[in-house]
């Protein structure tokens, strides 16, 4: 194993730990407000919203499956991650323009951000992944980026579960549903929405909004690299059945 593998892995237990933690008190917390707060809302209400963010997904999972590059293979890992890095960088600093030009317009401009973050997000994932050498018109990779996602944005209680489907995907992978309107969408938007309302909804302030535009989806798109980089390495070291001889397995 290389040097350059061996930091790669000395950084995925680090990552591996996080995802692992208990629930924190102030998680707990945090968790029964927002259940809370939600069942104020009336059941047709999650119905409709779950079913915008479906639609919005799949649209953009169909879409980008046809314009993202071929898988990239026969790279060394560390080669890779250099052109993973590249593109979090360019994906990270278009969504940084995006959150600054939509939260200085105002109320209505600031409700625009939502879809085109959400675009940008993905294609960042599909991006990742054909530089890792996995090909997202596979219907099971396309589920993967899904989770991905999920566990980039969610409380620590459900990364906790996200965290294990994704450790053993090779395994979970067989359990998957042939259709891709049996994922939890409820799960998916309400974990979403929860994770980044704070963040957006200071975005809608007149004279603040740019700024906190830029700064809150500038560490989203962080937020989600880090993820899908780690989540591919788990992939990878798996694949090759490979640990440094001073680093635990």
């Given at each position: 194993?290389?040097l ?32 809370r ?10 119905v409709?919203?779950?079913a ?7 649209a ?10 071929l898988?990239?293979a026969?790279?060394?890992?560390p080669?890779?991650e250099?052109?993973?890095q ?6 990270r ?27 940008i997000?993905?294609k960042?994932?599909f991006d990742v ?14 589920l ?13 209680h ?6 294990r489907?994704?450790?053993?995907w090779?395994?979970y992978r ?13 799960t ?6 929860d994770?980044?309302d ?11 909004g740019?700024a906190v ?14 993820t ?22």
């Amino acid at each position: 194993m290389t040097l350059e593998e061996e930091q790669a892995y000395a950084q995925l237990l680090q990552w591996q730990r996080r995802m692992q933690r208990h629930p924190s008190l102030l998680n707990r917390v945090a968790r029964r407000v927002q259940a809370r707060l939600n069942n104020l809302l009336p059941e047709k209400v999650h119905v409709a919203i779950t079913a915008t963010i479906k639609q919005m997904v799949q649209a953009v999972l169909f879409g980008s499956t046809y314009s993202t590059r071929l898988p990239v293979a026969d790279m060394p890992l560390p080669e890779r991650e250099i052109a993973v890095q590249t593109r979090i960088r360019h994906y990270r600093n278009a969504a940084t323009a995006e959150g600054a030009i939509t939260g200085a317009g105002g109320f209505f401009l600031g409700l625009a951000d939502f879809p085109l973050l959400l675009g940008i997000k993905l294609k960042l994932l599909f991006d990742v992944a054909a530089l890792y050498g996995h090909d997202v018109k596979d219907y099971s990779e396309r589920l993967f980026l899904l989770y991905v996602f999920q566990l980039a944005f969610s409380s620590q209680h459900t990364r906790n579960d996200i965290y294990r489907r994704l450790a053993d995907w090779e395994n979970y992978r067989q359990t998957l549903p042939a259709d891709v309107n049996a994922f939890d969408w409820r799960t998916f938007q309400q974990e979403y929405r929860d994770y980044i309302d704070l963040a957006k909804l200071a975005q809608l302030v007149p004279v603040i909004g740019a700024a906190v535009g830029a700064v809150a989806n500038y560490r989203l798109l962080e937020q989600l690299g880090e993820t899908a980089m780690n989540c591919y390495r788990l992939r990878y070291f798996a694949a090759t059945n490979s640990t440094p001889a001073n680093l635990p397995a």
